[in-house]
């Protein structure tokens, strides 16, 4: 009686005016997203736009996007304007050394976090969460005095050092190993494995998701960095990323920057990003999706 009741109480509350609503509601919501998807999407279609018209075609004439025609001029004097071979190599060297170590640092911090017992361990977080609220740039003038103290001034090594650990990616760790079962640690303990082990062979596979999510994030924050690259290599050619590479677009004629070449640029730089995001699309929704990454 009591689901025949509940079932009948179901009906007659959805009514087709409920339903009604809800469409509508879900209509609004829909037209909402695509205005804030084409508002995002604008400044991106305008790069494409800028650097695909001809470099001293007035917005008057022709097309209002792309002018009279279509031409890869500016892409080819960008590419001329700069090192691009170096900046490529250079960045993909800093993404990857970085991603490399912080894999390893919070892995392990995570894990102490959420599994030993140690003195100070809640003080610690607390200090992990309050580096989270400064911003980065308060931490340069002490970061470039202790890489000119170590002697990696001006090389690759003093573009990677700075983030070789991530609070970020510690309390991520740390909540991902939270979530899995004890139960799994004692059984590998009762095997004869050690806490190396236990981390490689239990954490770690059960956590490739919060690790994908993490390098994405990473991926995309080491190679859009500007100011501390900027800030602590001088060699124009082989020390430096392509964002600082970009820089040189500025400064490339005596009338100042010719933004034609500068979105071309722009467009060589976001490139890789875009290529990798196209590709490793569903990856990448799954991956933030199980990591709770909001």
Not at 185 to 195: F, L, S, T, Y
Not at 239 to 245: D, E, F, K
Not at 267 to 282: C, H, K, N
Request: aromatic share 12%; hydrophobic share 50%.
């Amino acid at each position: 009686m009591n689901k025949i009741g509940t079932r009948r109480r179901v009906e007659v509350e959805m009514t087709p005016r409920s339903v009604g609503s809800r469409n509508r509601w879900s209509v609004a919501a829909d037209v909402l997203t695509v205005v804030m998807s084409m508002l995002w999407l604008f400044p991106f279609i305008m790069a494409i736009a800028v650097a695909l018209r001809p470099q001293r075609e007035p917005i008057s004439t022709g097309n209002i996007f792309f002018g009279s025609h279509l031409t890869l001029a500016n892409f080819e004097r960008a590419w001329n304007t700069a090192p691009w071979e170096w900046h490529f190599l250079t960045s993909v060297i800093v993404v990857v050394g970085v991603l490399s170590v912080q894999l390893v640092t919070i892995t392990m911090a995570g894990y102490a976090f959420a599994r030993l017992k140690f003195p100070g361990r809640t003080l610690l977080l607390y200090i992990i969460l309050l580096q989270l609220m400064i911003p980065t740039g308060i931490l340069i003038v002490q970061n470039v005095q202790t890489i000119r103290e170590l002697g990696v001034f001006n090389t690759r090594w003093a573009l990677m050092m700075p983030y070789w650990g991530s609070a970020f990616g510690v309390l991520l760790m740390r909540q991902t190993f939270r979530e899995i079962p004890r139960d799994l640690e004692e059984a590998a303990r009762m095997d004869g494995a050690n806490v190396l082990q236990v981390i490689r062979h239990v954490y770690v596979p059960l956590s490739i998701p919060t690790y994908t999510a993490f390098a994405l994030v990473m991926v995309s924050a080491r190679w859009n960095e500007l100011l501390w690259p900027l800030i602590v290599t001088r060699n124009p050619e082989e020390g430096r990323p392509l964002t600082v590479g970009l820089n040189q677009l500025y400064s490339a004629t005596e009338a100042g920057a010719q933004w034609g070449n500068l979105m071309a640029g722009t467009m060589l730089v976001i490139f890789p990003l875009v290529v990798l995001f196209m590709i490793f699309q569903r990856r990448f929704i799954e991956s933030f999706a199980a990591s709770g990454l909001r």
